[in-house]
């Protein structure tokens, strides 16, 4: 109602406000080291920076709550906390990547505002889903053959200038290629299918040497197959391969192996293999639990620190705390989309939606568990946090596809809702032409079968002549006897054919609806006054059984009867 939608509003701002201010904070203190240190023009490039990105995130919530006032604002909120952190992070690592990076985000911004409606409008989009698969293969084909060589993989190729990794945009299409194969069925033959083109996917990038963008495609893979069949026995079979592919790529790969020993014991090769990832320990231990503050730190001795390890810099000038709070709204951010996208009606967007939440889980615990040693590394990067161009422009689309996927869920539960109400007048309309009918035309409701009751005051007026002929064969003695011949003639009378007459004479309407609310309650609920009533109910049985079943053969058996009786009588 209006309170839900006010509370949601309320919890949406100040999520907003928060943000913002801690945003505004972190520039304030990156602005205060610089001057501290004395570089005056690094302290006037962070505070211009920082104002741009500030303004530019709050111009863009303004424009998604106004455009799209059904989005998931929990969503758009838990997205800006972590751009703002960033931006403070890689203004305070390196500026120059924090201004490109934020040229990029721009432009991201900028084209994720369509994203939505297209979501949202498009509906022949559940047919692009073998286009999206052959684009993603050729695209990385393209990357196989002719891309750039990045730490012993081939992840990126240049083009005007721009160098790009098109396996993280890929993972979108990725998700819709799936999910166009699975939406309709996903019988035994559809899962084949849709794991055999997977496969090759997943194969292109094995060989390209982007295992741990492998082990992302196999993910989501796997995720996207449970929810389009329910099956755990899938998730099983897909765990076992993957352990497989797993020590297969061990065997083949000397860098994996490498990093295997490493996460084991970094600590026997300190000073080269096992540098990077003691450093990056070094470095969250060293901030403790409040942190050193902005600039006090040293994270730059970290190598590739913006990259792959952007988690142990903020630990280490932010504190374990904030590095807390932040896997805090990480894991918010992945329960949203995974309950947003469990409950979305349409099979389609269920099942690319678990794809894309899935990929954002899967590619947050792999940064952050290679950089605390929990798991060995990957060299993938923090979505939204990290530097890296490619990386942000494709979680900035999978955020306004899941945004578009929101707006479907919302569509759908209006149509839901509307279709309750119609369906309750449906039901109530032919209940009151009922009455209606029943109203106008009781008598019908009589003759339907053998045992229909009586009416209640006709049941009471015979109950009266009966105690009146009581009275008579008193006072008359054996005149009585005569009396009560006349007396059975009139009463079979009025209980034969003029029931209809003293029907519509004595019982209203309203009586007659009374009746059949009196007879459709329970046991409970029932007054005094009807359950006296109910003893008139058994006698009606009893004579309808009489005067229905038996009608004919009574009244001959009783005339006879009387008849010898009145025979027998002295004569006055």
């Known amino acids: 109602g209006r309170k839900d939608e006010d509370g949601r509003n309320g919890i949406f701002h100040v999520l907003e406000f928060i943000t913002i201010l801690l945003f505004l904070s972190g520039v304030t203190d990156l602005a205060l080291a610089h001057s501290y240190a004395g570089d005056d023009v690094a302290m006037r490039n962070v505070i211009l920076l920082g104002i741009a990105e500030a303004a530019g995130l709050f111009a863009f919530a303004r424009l998604m709550y106004h455009f799209y006032p059904e989005m998931n604002r929990l969503l758009l909120a838990d997205m800006e906390f972590m751009l703002c952190i960033g931006f403070v992070v890689l203004m305070r690592l390196n500026y120059r990547h924090a201004l490109r990076q934020y040229i990029i985000i721009a432009a991201g911004l900028a084209v994720s505002m ?10 022949p989009i559940r047919k692009t889903g073998w286009i999206c698969g052959v684009a993603g293969v050729a695209a990385l084909l393209v990357v196989y053959i002719h891309g750039s060589i990045t730490n012993g993989a081939k992840l990126s190729m240049k083009i005007c200038g721009l160098t790009f990794q098109p396996s993280e945009i890929i993972k979108i299409l990725f998700a819709f290629f799936i999910a166009g194969i699975l939406y309709k069925s996903a019988g035994f033959i559809k899962i084949v299918i849709a794991t055999a083109c997977a496969s090759a996917l997943i194969l292109i990038l094995t060989i390209s040497r982007d295992l741990g963008m492998a082990l992302i495609y196999s993910v989501m893979l796997i995720a996207m197959i449970y929810m389009a069949s329910g099956k755990i026995r899938y998730v099983l079979i897909g765990t076992g391969a993957g352990a497989g592919a797993a020590v297969a790529a061990y065997n083949l790969f000397s860098h994996v192996r490498v990093r295997f020993n490493v996460w084991m014991d970094p600590w026997t090769d300190i000073d080269n293999t096992g540098y990077q990832l003691t450093q ?47 896997i805090l709204v990480c894991l918010n ?17 269920r099942i690319a939606g678990m794809g894309m939440a899935v990929c954002y889980g899967i590619q947050t615990v792999l940064t952050i568990g290679g950089g605390t040693m929990f798991i060995p590394l990957t060299g993938v990067t923090l979505p939204l946090v990290s530097n890296g161009g490619s990386s942000a422009m494709a979680t900035l689309l999978l955020f306004a596809v899941l945004q578009g996927i929101s707006l479907i869920r919302m569509d759908e539960i209006y149509e839901g809702t509307s279709h309750l109400k119609n369906e309750k007048v449906k039901k109530e309309k032919p209940e009151k032409k009922e009455k209606t009918e029943n109203k106008e035309k009781p008598e019908k409701k009589e003759k339907t079968g053998k045992k229909n009751k009586e009416p209640r005051e006709s049941k009471r007026r015979t ?21 009560e011949e006349s007396e059975y003639e009139e009463d079979t009378s009025y209980a034969g054919d003029a029931d209809d007459v003293e029907y519509d004479e004595e019982v209203s309407d309203e009586e007659f609806i009374d009746e059949e609310d009196d007879e459709e309650l329970s046991d409970e609920d029932r007054d005094p006054e009807a359950e006296a009533d109910t003893d008139y109910d058994d006698e009606d049985e009893y004579e309808d ?21 009145k025979a027998q009588l002295p004569k006055t």
């Open 280 to 326: 990056s320990l070094f470095a969250i231990g060293t901030g403790n639990w409040f942190g050193m503050g902005i600039g006090r730190g040293k994270p730059t001795t970290i190598p590739d620190v913006e990259d792959d390890f952007i988690f142990s810099a903020i630990s280490e000038e932010s504190g374990l705390i904030f590095g807390i709070i932040l």
């Open 463 to 483: 109950g009266a002549g009966a105690a009146t002929n009581e009275e008579s064969h008193a006072e008359a003695g054996n005149e009585g006897a005569y009396r």
């Open 545 to 565: 059984d009489d005067e229905y079943e038996e009608d004919d053969e009574y009244e001959d058996d009783e005339y006879d009867e009387l008849m010898a009786k």
């Open 333 to 349: 951010l992945l329960i949203t989309m995974l309950l947003m996208v469990g409950r979305v009606q349409d099979s389609f967007f």
């Open 114 to 123: 369509f994203i939505p409606w297209l979501i949202h409008r498009i509906k």
